[in-house]
């Protein structure tokens, strides 16, 4: 199929759906209607498609995008830079450390103060249970009274850059490789997806890539099982989501202690590791204490504990227990391949080397899902904004 | 008045002023004509009122601009990158540990290898009384130079964001809050301005912000009274020129040390710690022969000293004082607020929290003043450049 | 002589030459034909004039360059953003640190997960032998791969920005100055240009502008002379190669141990310190052993060393010795001057001074040839395409 047909097939999907999302953050998949998920993958894709053939989707004649990365990454801070830049504005990273705030600004201030031009805000704040999310809501709230008391000519969108509770520019192109891989939304109906624990010698994974898949993936009919050794829980309230989720898709959530069990007759994969909660919940107690030995007793501890699931482990042996013995492969990356980023990790070598480009492609559409979730709130008609670059 | 009644009524005003601002840097506000400074209030206002309206106000085609902020700052440097963004310019933020000019570059080779592109140079330096002008100033000349000798295509215009002898971008964008609250500049004709310090447990403040608003506000026939404990003075360059600034407009300008006295009918209040000037003195001489204790000493010192003071404080009695008991009140942020940033601090909770967004305003010019402050070096006619965006 | 007449000339010179860089790197100097570096002077030289008539020459509508710095920069980390930015990307810096790199992402991934949208990667990697030009193939063939195996859309263009064997940025801007100074290329046939070493008080600057120079000047008939104090050889690979460079055009090249016999009758001089080769390997070897007390020692035996010869420096009386007593002189700054940015180092205070402006000239080149690199490798008909900027 030739670009234009792709896109045009997109719009009329597009103008089918029911979406809210025109002046609205994008914070957590959950809080979304399923029309307005749609409505970013599918702008996503038809951003992706002008940027093959080199079509430029500017919406912004001037304008900043800020980013505040409260924990390092690689991939979602150029995704971000990507999205931003195509879109028309001048990325600017609010460094906590060269800025005053660790001097007494307020949370409130500051976000009016960084905002008098500013578009967008996109935040990565993942490793405190119970921190994240509420940041980024009073980061919104703050923009939402600047711009309601006239003290901010436009309201920044908000975009999660991965938060406690999810992460849904990650779920999201996730979700996008599946669909392109089974050829359609509704391909995806009675798959079965394994989103399992995995060994990591590594320590305090956050919780929100597992929590954002099974409270995604469980939306679209999908048979999500979650898998991890006893102790290694999600928050409770992400798992009651998901349960209501695929009550109402007709799919499947159901949890279990067993890697096999699991990957069996999976069609997708996505082992990959993370912390117990308590454990983070422990953690950030201990931070805020700075109880150092603490918190290195606790390292050891965990480490520890982890060791007893080296087992836990995508190898060729799991691989053949799954639908046909060649599922699907997810990883958010990077992952930790035994043998070559560490010793002993998530996946053996060669899994993870015959399903790599699969993983590429999947990190592939994490600018445009970005650039999506702030085009849908900038933009009051998407579809006729999207014809205008045709 | 609807916007472009409101922008021609500017540019009417703006049409009967003489300035000399083309080709010239923005370092002091009192190197400059009252023609001048109104010139870049106007069109800071005329600025702000095109981003209302989402009129692009792009001057360059291409190019770059630096910042080089020898100082923390978050609202200063969001507000510069907004303005050059803005005007049309890709920002660089020069950062002195990543280059190589701790390994001996001369601030004159500096200035000219970064400046091949450049069109704006923005600086804060202002920690060290007798350095961050002369700094400056250096790279001014080096610019200069470049450019004389045909090393640039162009010649950066130097943006001063903060020096040890004034802060223009934070007066300016004071005064215009005055404007806009009071009704126009001839309204300030006789209002009692307190340019106040206050109590802070914090130490070593510079002391642009004070000279600055004293410099200024006198300018436009104020009652301008600077009120500190002893000792507390500011460098005597700055209340010299106060005092020749305040008979010229048929103000005044005294000094007292008590608060009281300063509030007492005040029409605007800007209580603010800042250093003694000796004490910042004494800083810079042990910083540079690196004299730990000296250091830790002085600060013992200075905060016990401080802390005689901390009656000093923008209470609620305070206001009380002022002119029909609500004098507006007037900070560059972020303020020490009693019981939310600190346990005492410059102003009373309650007080800050009635004149918080009036703040926030007053914040909010900024991003145009320093655009501004380019406009008016870059474009040789200002009005009919400004009537092309309309 | 007018810009237009100055760029027509060159377009002229351009139509003549037979190139291959459309769609290649710019990783060495000598992995290219002469024509082809005649390509990238004579448009660097373009694109000056252009930005000195301030005629725009972008030609990306969007895209992001990225920049990888594993070693401090100041004006090639300028250059590089200026030449971006007037080409029309977007600067993103991959900083090692703030990325997730440390935690064994490999090169190829991160490679592609930064270049969805990535139009140009530049990287400075020259501290370790064996390692910069090494790491820089490494990235080039991940991002042929992402691009061959459809996971980007445009293959980014790699710049190096200075590696362990060649400085083709600095070389060329060198060069480019040369030709200016003597009215042609033609004129530099027979010209000599002593390449030398000289003493600084530091320790361990890269070998890849010397190597740089002898390479690129014996393609263009000069009498090339590279002088060290024995045991302060370049990589033996980069001295076959100049001999077999001079000879093909026919020019000369040879290494004598006397800075007197390197300067005599010298029309260009090149005083520059530099490491042995050997002790970087050997420096190379200690850092990855994280064996800091030999770090120590060597710098001490080397520092030692390097003081037996604090009378290799381009004082006054070595300048006598060059033809009629006034060689060019060129650096590529910053140079170590005597009494200056310290004791006693590579150059007198008097000659440098004297040659300042030159050498800023020799720098300023340097975002055109950035520029010019990224130009002749995105542009398929190059002169077509600065035809349509006039």
Excluded at 259 to 285: C, G, I, L, N
Aim: proline share 3%; with cysteine; hydrophobic share 40%.
């Amino acid at each position: 199929m030739n670009t234009t047909a792709a896109i045009n097939e997109r719009l009329k999907e597009l103008e089918a759906l029911k979406t809210d999302t025109f002046g609205k953050d994008f914070l957590l998949t959950w809080e979304n209607s399923l029309d307005n998920l749609k409505a970013v993958m599918l702008v996503a894709e038809i951003l992706q498609l002008l940027h093959w053939e080199k079509k430029p989707w500017r919406i912004f004649d001037y304008g900043l995008a800020i980013s505040i990365f409260r924990d390092n990454s690689t991939r979602t801070r150029f995704s971000f830079a990507s999205a931003v830049n195509g879109l028309g504005l001048a990325l600017s990273e609010l460094d906590e450390v060269k800025s005053q705030i660790a001097h007494g600004e307020t949370v409130r201030e500051t976000a009016n103060m960084i905002s008098f031009l500013t578009e967008v805000i996109g935040i990565r704040d993942d490793m405190y249970p119970g921190e994240g999310h509420t940041y980024m809501t009073e980061v919104a709230n703050a923009v939402s009274d600047g711009f309601a008391t006239g003290i901010l000519a436009q309201r920044p969108t908000l975009v999660n850059l991965q938060c406690d509770l999810d992460h849904p520019t990650q779920s999201l192109s996730d979700l996008l490789k599946l669909k392109d891989y089974f050829g359609g939304w509704d391909n995806l109906k009675g798959k079965k997806i394994a989103m399992s624990w995995a060994y990591s010698p590594s320590y305090g994974k956050p919780l929100s890539v597992p929590q954002g898949v099974v409270n995604l993936m469980s939306r679209f009919g999908m048979d999500v099982v979650l898998a991890h050794p006893e102790g290694y829980d999600l928050l409770p309230d992400t798992l009651d989501s998901a349960k209501c989720f695929a009550q109402q898709s007709n799919g499947s959530f159901r949890i279990t202690h067993s890697m096999s069990d699991a990957f069996k007759d999976a069609d997708v994969v996505y082992p990959k590791s993370w912390a117990p909660m308590s454990v983070m919940q422990e953690r950030t107690r201990m931070l805020r204490q700075g109880d150092k030995e603490g918190l290195k007793e606790l390292e050891r501890h965990c480490l520890a504990e982890n060791a007893r699931h080296s087992d836990w482990e995508c190898t060729e042996e799991m691989m053949k227990l799954t639908h046909g013995g060649n599922a699907l492969y997810e990883h958010c990356l990077p992952a930790d391949i035994s043998g070559v980023s560490c010793e002993q990790g998530e996946v053996a070598k060669s899994v993870f080397e015959r399903y790599r480009l699969h993983t590429y492609q999947e990190a592939g559409y994490k600018p445009f899902v970005i650039a999506a979730m702030v085009f849908n709130s900038k933009v009051r008609d998407v579809v006729e904004k999207i014809r205008s670059f045709l």
